[in-house]
């Protein structure tokens, strides 16, 4: 995470539960058949008949039209989480976008000029939060490269989605921001979300989009977190030692959707995009979100360029 803001109680990633320890065969199979897979989802989650709703609905609901009706889930800090009554299983919300480093091999360094992110961003002596120790939790003292690893001399860097085949201190086991497409999300959070999960993000500004998965687990406090990879996908400033983008983005995120890991960034965005189009696509989020959804159509174009 980049700038100021310091993630003092996030969870050291040696202690989350690895949640793609499935065997490499499943996985692969289900790669295979992930047509299929989005199929039954939207059948499951997506595809529930709409009918006109009466004006007065219950408390924390709305009304945005004669077929939407927008349910608050939760509000993190100015954040309000939504998601529809004819399709609770996908959630959204509009936010800023802060970057988060880690599971990059160059994340942090011990010289504070090598590192993508302040080291102080990773946390300090007796509380790592962003960094790999050799106790598995956060007390204890951090695992440096070695002439093996993809950058030595630069500290193992960790990611609550993790790849179980590979040992704790190997870098490669984890989510690498510089190459995959992730979001964040606080770990006290009132939606059934999953580590891995899908995601689709919009760049309300330049109506550029990308997939991307739930890969980390940051603040309670806060919520609009993306990989140095999901910020070049959607043309925003990805420097983690900056302030992040106040420009505004909408996330949209599937529970209960995800597929294991490792998975290649060809196949995150070919699945998320099937999973928001499964869920309406563009114009669906334009329904829920009709003062500041992007126009399809300029969506459409602006994709279609990249």
Request: with cysteine; charged share 20%; hydrophobic share 30%.
């Amino acid at each position: 995470m980049g700038g100021c803001r310091l993630r003092t109680d996030r969870p050291n990633p040696g202690l989350q539960p690895c949640r793609s320890d499935r065997s490499t065969q499943l996985v692969n199979a289900m790669k295979n058949a992930h047509a299929i897979q989005t199929f039954l989802l939207g059948t499951l989650l997506f595809a529930h008949p709409f009918s006109s709703l009466a004006q007065k609905t219950p408390t924390g609901t709305e009304t945005t039209n004669r077929t939407t009706t927008r349910e608050l889930v939760q509000k993190i800090g100015n954040t309000d989480i939504y998601h529809l009554k004819e399709s609770k299983g996908v959630y959204f919300f509009e936010t800023t976008m802060q970057i988060n480093a880690d599971g990059a091999p160059t994340a942090y360094h011990k010289n504070l000029d090598l590192g993508l992110d302040y080291l102080a961003n990773a946390g300090s002596k007796g509380n790592w939060w962003g960094l790999v120790t050799d106790t598995g939790d956060s007390h204890g003292k951090p695992i440096t490269q070695d002439a093996g690893d993809p950058a030595p001399g630069f500290y193992v860097s960790g990611t609550t989605l993790q790849d179980s085949t590979k040992e704790h201190g190997d870098q490669n086991r984890y989510v690498d921001s510089e190459t995959i497409p992730f979001y964040v999300l606080p770990k006290k959070i009132n939606i059934p979300m999953q580590i891995g999960d899908f995601g689709f993000v919009i760049n309300r500004k330049n109506n550029t989009s990308s997939g991307c998965i739930f890969a980390d687990v940051g603040p309670e406090d806060s919520i609009g977190e993306g990989s140095i990879a999901l910020a070049h996908a959607i043309g925003t400033q990805s420097d983690p030692r900056e302030e992040g983008s106040e420009d505004k983005f909408i996330y949209v995120i599937f529970a209960n959707s995800a597929m294991g890991w490792p998975l290649t960034v060809d196949f995150i965005n070919e699945h998320a995009k099937q999973l928001f189009e499964a869920w309406g696509g563009h114009r669906r989020l334009q329904e829920a979100l009709p003062s500041r959804s992007p126009n399809p159509q300029n969506a459409a174009t602006a994709n279609a360029s990249q």
